[in-house]
């Protein structure tokens, strides 16, 4: 018999699918044999548990304990579990209703067992009973080839006629059988001997065996095909039951009933999540579905404030389950998921939480995938950075992978709609993945600023993207500080310009602000204040990079606001080693054994005087609600040392140098605001802020303190007045603004002053202040500056007569006497 058998692997190899094998790899996914001693676990597990958030950690532990437990109690008919059974009811409704969802979870999984192996093993026309058919049938054909032939040569013997030559009576023998045909030629014989032909071919057995196994092999097309459809059910279902559980509280990653997030859970979560995506309309509820096993293995390592859960790592399964689900998406998957943003106007305002739910699941997820403190890519190297899903890598590298004849410009809505999609991250990124991110940003926007040059059209859509990106970057307070302090970087954030720069404002508040619980004097604070330092230097020599001015762009597109606040918070943070008295050139970092306003400090900086009043300067210019905000940081600073540094010494004359720096500081804030509209004669008005506004906004602006509530109005009609200088006679604003400014630019300082003195209470002085003072003191709208004036001396002669020439010393070497008109 000539080799006609075939296997279940020649019909696979055939066909080119694998029924059988994905049939065995599905019942080795589900183990449905284990499942009814599974829901015994979760009925001791549902007595037990606290909350659904508990029950899956309970679960595992019963799981994990000595002995086995019998589940054949909770098996109804067909296999299933009976969710109805009484062992199975927990102690609460909430744990009632997972428990449930958790067994018909797992009822669905076997009866998508039962629908493949019913696509195998279904005794008509299940696979493995074609497959029998056809190996029968190779064997019933061949037989039939050789019954033709023995019936060929007998008929070709036959019409043999012995009164003719025999020779030439002796012809081939042709055969035909289903479709196919043989020619048998007859073999060489002795006279008188017997007459033969040749035997079937093995090819011909080759062919009958192939015929039958592609016969089966179409079959197992559309067996493969049948199994795709039920195991796609079961897991669409599954994907269902996992929403609902997920909105419950339950941990899907954790637990022995493990099919929500296993690598074949991930590829199809993987796949349906691209193909939703890429569909005209995109349904947030759905992908909102395709991301919860993303929550399940953040919930379990990601705390509600955005930090890592104290010792918890990802395994290598919730890995391997974030890079698949993560990889299948394509740069252009994330830009629609960035489209989903709220905050876009592209998406239904009533779906804003499952929106906000879906972004923030999917940058946390890659945030995570890229932190190696929590089982991450260390994606700081060559080799972690290819790990990095592709999508991502794509986005990042989108400003240098655009073609000349495909300009950036259309592109911008795809990046900013990526950054929108970072932006919901509250898990900080890891310092590589961090970097990559904001290095990729800046190198956006200085490509994007090419756009508008002054040639360029007006209409071209504005780069926010950028800016997200840098917000996200920002959550890491410690890389935050290294960039700013890494030159390079440094410079390039500087020299751009931002038509939103709220994401360079937020690193730069993050990488200067020393975190809680680190003390100034701690090695872990100086990072923040070397970044200081070093942007304070910049900007002093460069405010224009802080003020949005450029002589090449159209600097209409730009809006600083955000920037210029967040310089004007930090120098008041550092107020402290700033109000030092220092030469013009004072600048110096690292300063050792200071001590400032009662603090010592081990680690610290000089600047000098002239690049404090450009710094100074620049928070003058920049105008609008960053002006009044730093006037008013001022008067607080100003109350508050003085409190402080009165509480400290009871009042005696022992820290002088503190109020030389008190009136210094003062000092430079007023020598600012006479300066503007004198240096140069052709600024006939003050453009840098509105009277109007400031006076609606800094009257009413008020600033707590431990003992009373501080109207810094003051302040506001002292800029005010300074405004006051825009008349057409030069010389005549040149005299009032010096005469002003040597005799009236400090009154602002005396009432913040003398407030902190009425802080302090020192002797008493918060309820011996005479009364009309106290209501003079900080209404110079209503009474003038002359009466508050008054005011203010008359509590500090009374109270800190022997500081007053200390400030006053301060106030006057920051006061230039040499104001001139060009």
């Known amino acids: 018999m000539p080799h006609l058998d075939f296997t279940a692997e020649d019909v696979e190899a055939k066909a080119g699918v694998k029924p059988w094998k994905r049939r065995t790899a599905f019942r080795e996914e589900i183990k449905p044999d284990h499942m009814a001693d599974t829901a015994a676990v979760y009925a001791r597990a549902a007595g037990e548990a606290d909350d659904a958030g508990d029950l899956a950690e309970r679960a595992?532990?019963?799981?994990?304990?000595?002995?086995?437990?019998?589940?054949?109690?909770?098996?109804?008919?067909?296999?299933?579990?009976?969710?109805?059974?009484?062992?199975?009811?927990?102690?609460?409704?909430?744990?009632?209703?997972?428990?449930?969802?958790?067994?018909?979870?797992?009822?669905?999984?076997?009866?998508?067992?039962?629908?493949?192996?019913?696509?195998?093993?279904?005794?008509?026309?299940?696979?493995?009973?074609?497959?029998?058919?056809?190996?029968?049938?190779?064997?019933?054909?061949?037989?039939?080839?050789?019954?033709?032939?023995?019936?060929?040569?007998?008929?070709?013997?036959?019409?043999?006629?012995?009164?003719?030559?025999?020779?030439?009576?002796?012809?081939?023998?042709?055969?035909?059988?289903?479709?196919?045909?043989?020619?048998?030629?007859?073999?060489?014989?002795?006279?008188?001997?017997?007459?033969?032909?040749?035997?079937?071919?093995?090819s011909l057995a080759a062919r009958v065996r192939n015929r039958h196994i592609a016969a089966t092999a179409e079959a197992a097309k559309a067996a493969d095909e049948q199994i795709t459809d039920a195991i796609s059910a079961y897991r669409t279902a599954l994907v269902g039951y996992a929403g609902e559980l997920g909105e419950k509280g339950y941990d899907l990653d954790a637990g022995p009933f493990a099919l929500f997030t296993n690598p074949q859970m991930a590829d199809f979560v993987a796949d349906r999540l691209h193909d939703e995506l890429n569909s005209d309309s995109p349904d947030p509820n759905v992908v909102k579905m395709y991301t919860e096993g993303l929550a399940a293995v953040l919930d379990g390592i990601v705390a509600e404030d955005g930090s890592l859960v104290p010792g918890a790592k990802l395994t290598g399964a919730q890995r391997d389950y974030l890079s698949t689900v993560l990889g299948a998406l394509t740069a252009d998957d994330l830009a629609a998921l960035g489209r989903f943003d709220p905050g876009t106007g592209l998406g239904n305002p009533m779906a804003a939480g499952v929106q906000n739910a879906v972004l923030e699941r999917v940058a946390n997820a890659v945030n995570l995938l890229t932190d190696p403190a929590a089982g991450g890519y260390d994606v700081s190297t060559d080799e972690g950075w290819q790990k990095v899903p592709e999508g991502f890598r794509d986005m990042l590298t989108l400003a240098r992978n655009?073609?000349?004849?495909?300009?950036?410009?259309?592109?911008?809505?795809?990046?900013?709609?990526?950054?929108?999609?970072?932006?919901?991250?509250?898990?900080?990124?890891?310092?590589?993945?961090?970097?990559?991110?904001?290095?990729?940003?800046?190198?956006?926007?200085?490509?994007?600023?090419?756009?508008?040059?002054?040639?360029?059209?007006?209409?071209?859509?504005?780069?926010?993207?950028?800016?997200?990106?840098?917000?996200?970057?920002?959550?890491?307070?410690?890389?935050?500080?290294?960039?700013?302090?890494?030159?390079?970087?440094?410079?390039?954030?500087?020299?751009?310009?931002?038509?939103?720069?709220?994401g360079a404002a937020e690193l730069i508040t993050s990488g200067t602000t020393i975190p809680a619980g680190v003390h100034h004097n701690d090695a872990g604070a100086r990072p923040y204040i070397s970044a200081a330092y070093h942007l304070f230097?910049?900007?002093?020599?460069?405010?224009?990079?802080?003020?949005?001015?450029?002589?090449?762009?159209?600097?209409?597109?730009?809006?600083?606001?955000?920037?210029?606040?967040?310089?004007?918070?930090?120098?008041?943070r550092y107020m402290d080693p700033i109000s030092q008295l220092s030469g013009p050139e004072g600048n110096h970092l690292g300063d050792k054994d200071k001590n400032l306003f009662g603090n010592d400090y081990d680690y610290s900086?000089?600047?000098?005087?002239?690049?404090?009043?450009?710094?100074?300067?620049?928070?003058?210019?920049?105008?609008?609600?960053?002006?009044?905000?730093?006037?008013?940081?001022?008067a607080e600073w100003t109350e508050r040392r003085t409190a402080e540094s009165l509480a400290r010494t009871g009042g005696e004359l022992s820290q002088a140098s503190d109020f030389e720096n008190i009136g210094s500081v003062n000092g430079t804030w007023a020598q600012v605001q006479a300066n503007d509209g004198l240096e140069d004669k052709s600024k006939q008005h003050f453009t840098a802020m509105s009277a109007v506004g400031l006076a609606g906004t800094v009257a009413n602006t008020a600033m707590e303190f431990g003992k009373a509530n501080i109207i810094t109005s003051a302040v506001a009609f002292g800029v005010q007045e300074a405004m006051r200088y825009g008349r057409e006679d030069g010389a005549a604003d040149l005299k009032d603004a010096q005469w002003d400014l040597n005799n009236m630019g400090d009154i602002p300082m005396r009432v913040a002053v003398a407030n902190g003195v009425l802080l302090a209470d020192i002797d008493g002085a918060a309820g011996k202040v005479d009364k009309d003072d106290l209501e003079r003191l900080n209404k110079p709208d209503v009474y003038g500056l002359d009466d508050s004036q008054a005011a203010a001396v008359n509590i500090g002669s009374k109270h800190i007569g022997s500081y007053i020439n200390a400030l006053e010393d301060g106030y006057n070497q920051a006061v230039r006497d040499d104001l001139t008109a060009n």
């Open 60 to 202: 595992t532990e019963v799981a994990g304990e000595a002995g086995s437990l019998d589940g054949s109690s909770l098996v109804a008919t067909r296999a299933r579990i009976d969710e109805t059974a009484r062992g199975l009811q927990g102690n609460g409704r909430d744990i009632d209703a997972v428990v449930g969802l958790i067994v018909r979870s797992m009822n669905r999984a076997i009866e998508g067992v039962d629908e493949v192996d019913m696509v195998i093993d279904a005794p008509q026309n299940g696979l493995d009973a074609i497959l029998r058919a056809h190996q029968r049938d190779a064997v019933n054909e061949w037989n039939d080839w050789v019954r033709l032939r023995n019936e060929g040569v007998s008929d070709a013997v036959g019409a043999i006629d012995p009164t003719l030559i025999l020779f030439s009576q002796i012809h081939p023998i042709t055969l035909s059988h289903r479709g196919d045909s043989v020619t048998l030629a007859p073999l060489p014989s002795l006279p008188g001997g017997p007459i033969a032909w040749e035997d079937l071919p093995d």
């Open 402 to 502: 655009t073609e000349p004849t495909d300009p950036i410009v259309h592109h911008i809505g795809d990046w900013n709609a990526f950054g929108a999609l970072m932006a919901h991250a509250d898990h900080a990124p890891s310092d590589g993945w961090g970097r990559r991110v904001a290095e990729s940003a800046l190198e956006m926007q200085h490509t994007t600023m090419n756009q508008y040059l002054q040639s360029m059209v007006n209409d071209v859509e504005a780069n926010t993207g950028s800016s997200d990106l840098l917000g996200m970057v920002a959550l890491n307070s410690g890389l935050s500080a290294d960039l700013l302090n890494d030159k390079e970087f440094r410079t390039d954030l500087m020299e751009a310009r931002w038509e939103d720069s709220s």
């Open 537 to 572: 230097q910049y900007a002093g020599s460069h405010p224009d990079s802080v003020l949005g001015e450029s002589h090449l762009f159209n600097t209409e597109r730009f809006d600083h606001t955000a920037l210029q606040s967040a310089f004007g918070d930090t120098l008041l």
């Open 605 to 634: 900086f000089d600047l000098g005087m002239d690049t404090r009043e450009s710094l100074f300067q620049m928070m003058w210019d920049a105008g609008g609600q960053a002006s009044v905000d730093f006037g008013n940081g001022i």
